[in-house]
């Protein structure tokens, strides 16, 4: 079980968000980024299978890769 420690979300649609969780999984804080999407005749947003959840020490890694993709366009 996970213990959500805090999250922001970036609405990407009316019935779709992009939300950042920081989470504590078995003492370990992990950052899971996902797409949650608001179903047809649902009242509440659910998470889909697309996104990422990685070690929180992991993120520095994929956020400089991420820098090197977007200096080179």
């Known amino acids: 079980m996970a213990l959500v420690l805090d999250g922001k979300e ?3 649609g009316e019935c779709s968000k992009l939300l950042v969780e920081l989470k504590v999984i ?3 804080q992990f ?4 797409k949650w999407v ?4 649902a009242v509440e947003f ?7 959840c990685l070690k929180l020490s992991q993120w520095s890694q994929v ?3 991420i820098k ?4 080179q366009t």
């Open 38 to 41: 608001l179903f047809p005749g």
């Open 68 to 71: 090197e993709l977007l200096t």
């Open 63 to 65: 956020i400089e890769k």
């Open 10 to 12: 970036l609405k990407i």
């Open 31 to 34: 950052v899971d980024v996902r």
């Open 46 to 52: 659910m998470p889909s299978k697309k996104g990422v």
């Open 26 to 28: 078995d003492g370990q």
